[in-house]
C-alpha cells in the first residue's frame, strides 16, 4: 500500500513539473542591446532551446523601434553573466546572457530594445510596448522603462508581474522612466 502511495506521489509530481516546464517553454521576452560594435546583448530569464527563434527589435534611421529582425537560437553565443550586471528581479537570480553579430548597417548604432524567444510566435512593436502571439493564440506584452541607471522589461499577466528583467548600463540616467 505505501509502495502505491509513493509511485502515485511521483506520478503527480512528475506530471506537475512537466506542465510547469510545458507553460514555461512555449515564449519569453528578453533584453536587447546593440553595443555599437557589431554585437547584439540578449538578456533573457531562462536559457534559450537550441530550436528557438529569436525575433528582436531593431533601430530604424529616426532610432525609433522597429520589428522585427529574426535570429536563429545557433547564432547565439553564451556569455558569463558574471561579466554583464543583469538581473532576473522577480526571481532574484542571475539571467541568461547571449551575445549575437548584428547586421553592418547597425554596427555602430547604440540601441536597447525587445525580444521575443519561442518556437512558433508571431511578434509586433507597438507604442512602446512589445507584444507577441505563441502558438496557442495568446498575445502577451512587455515594456521597457528606465530607471537610475538601468533598464528594466516588465511583463504583467492579468495584473500579476510575470517577467522583470534588469540591465545595468553603468551610466545615471538623467531622466528615468520607471515609476
Given amino acids: 500500500m505505501t509502495a502505491d502511495i509513493s509511485a502515485l506521489a511521483l506520478t503527480l509530481a512528475l506530471s506537475l513539473s512537466a506542465s510547469a516546464c510545458a507553460a514555461t517553454a512555449g515564449a519569453d521576452f528578453a533584453i ?9 546583448l540578449l538578456v533573457a530569464a531562462s536559457p534559450i532551446a537550441p530550436g528557438a527563434t529569436v525575433a528582436l ?5 529616426d532610432q525609433r ?10 547564432e547565439l553565443v553564451a556569455v558569463d553573466s558574471a561579466e554583464v550586471l543583469a538581473s532576473d528581479e522577480l526571481f532574484a537570480t542571475a539571467p541568461r546572457v547571449y551575445k549575437a ?5 547597425w ?6 530594445g525587445m525580444a521575443a524567444v519561442g518556437s512558433d510566435i508571431r511578434p509586433q512593436s507597438r507604442a512602446g510596448r512589445f507584444e507577441l502571439t505563441d502558438s496557442r493564440g ?4 512587455a515594456s521597457l522603462c528606465t530607471s537610475a541607471e538601468g533598464v528594466h ?3 504583467t499577466e492579468q495584473g500579476r508581474l510575470r517577467t522583470h528583467l534588469y540591465l545595468s ?11
Avoid at 101 to 105: F, H, L, Q, T
Fill in 107 to 112: 554596427a555602430d548604432m547604440p540601441f536597447i
Fill in 169 to 179: 548600463l553603468g551610466y545615471e540616467i538623467e531622466s528615468p522612466t520607471c515609476r
Fill in 32 to 40: 536587447v542591446k546593440l553595443d555599437g560594435s557589431g554585437e547584439a
Fill in 57 to 61: 527589435e531593431y533601430p530604424g534611421a
Fill in 138 to 141: 495568446a498575445t502577451r506584452a
Fill in 153 to 155: 522589461l516588465m511583463e
Fill in 65 to 74: 523601434p522597429r520589428c522585427c529582425h529574426r535570429l536563429r537560437a545557433a
Fill in 101 to 105: 553579430k548584428v547586421p553592418s548597417a
